[in-house]
């Protein structure tokens, strides 16, 4: 019999102010749009609390930071557990802002391991 490992992650949603985007702006007159919207995500994972990742993502980015989770569960043969937090949009909840943005949180992925 083999244990089933549970990889736990945390998707935090938080909303950057504007006096905060406009220095970054001012330091970084280059930087593309997408990198100015005040929506930045916090996705923290691991196996185990001494083992804990911590990876940064706007919206265009946050299905790679998923993926990446997913990937690492997927290698290993296990299932992940999420945690959604932060702040919410406005009129709506953490999980309409992932489910807008076209991701499907899976708690095992695949379903039916080969």
Do not use: F
């Amino acid at each position: 019999m083999t244990n089933h490992l549970v990889l736990t992650a945390e998707l935090i949603r938080e909303k950057l102010d504007e006096a905060y985007l406009a220095e970054k702006l001012a330091e970084q007159p280059d930087l593309p749009p997408q990198e100015l919207t005040p929506v930045l995500w916090t996705v923290v994972w691991g196996w185990s609390e001494n083992s804990r990742h911590m990876d940064y993502a706007k919206d265009y980015q946050l299905a790679a930071a998923v993926g990446l989770v997913v990937a690492e569960a997927t290698l290993r043969r296990a299932s992940v557990s999420w945690t959604l937090s932060g702040t919410p949009p406005e009129g709506g909840t953490v999980a309409d802002a992932v489910d807008a943005l076209g991701i499907t949180l899976h708690e095992q992925w695949p379903s039916n391991w080969r």
